[in-house]
């Protein structure tokens, strides 16, 4: 398959009556060990539909690297890549604390990011219509 999918907590729907996740479980296994003249297209569609039974969305899952480098001075650093957001963290070159940046490829990526801090929200999704998050409002 072409596509990773994940499932995803935010805005979940209402299940279908009496379909839970362990039945879900038990016709995803079905499907993907039984029939293996389908094609992956077919075999997503299928898993697509048999989780959205359960109420839950169904998101594009991002693939994560994580590397240590060096900074351009020969300090240790670690750098992020969460499928085109980078975030690097080092030294910081001007005193003893941590420089931590984050890289998006577009606005949309920007928008869709969330930063927290001890548990804290520094940006959210509130603005995008997320539902759950207040925004670092406690």
Known sequence: ??????????????PAAGYDDTQAMNDV????????EI?????????????????RPLYRARMITAAMTEDRHGMPAAEVDADGIVISVGQDPDGP???????????AERSALVVVIDGRPVTSRVAAGW???DGGRR
């Open 1 to 14: 398959m072409n596509e990773t999918l994940a499932m995803a907590q935010p805005g979940r729907r209402e």
């Open 29 to 36: 296994h079905a499907l993907v060990t039984g029939l293996a």
């Open 39 to 55: 094609s992956d297209n077919q075999v997503a569609s299928s898993v697509r539909e048999i989780v959205a039974r359960t109420g």
């Open 97 to 107: 604390g941590a420089l931590v940046q984050i890289m998006t490829g577009d606005a």
């Open 131 to 133: 539902p759950g998050h």
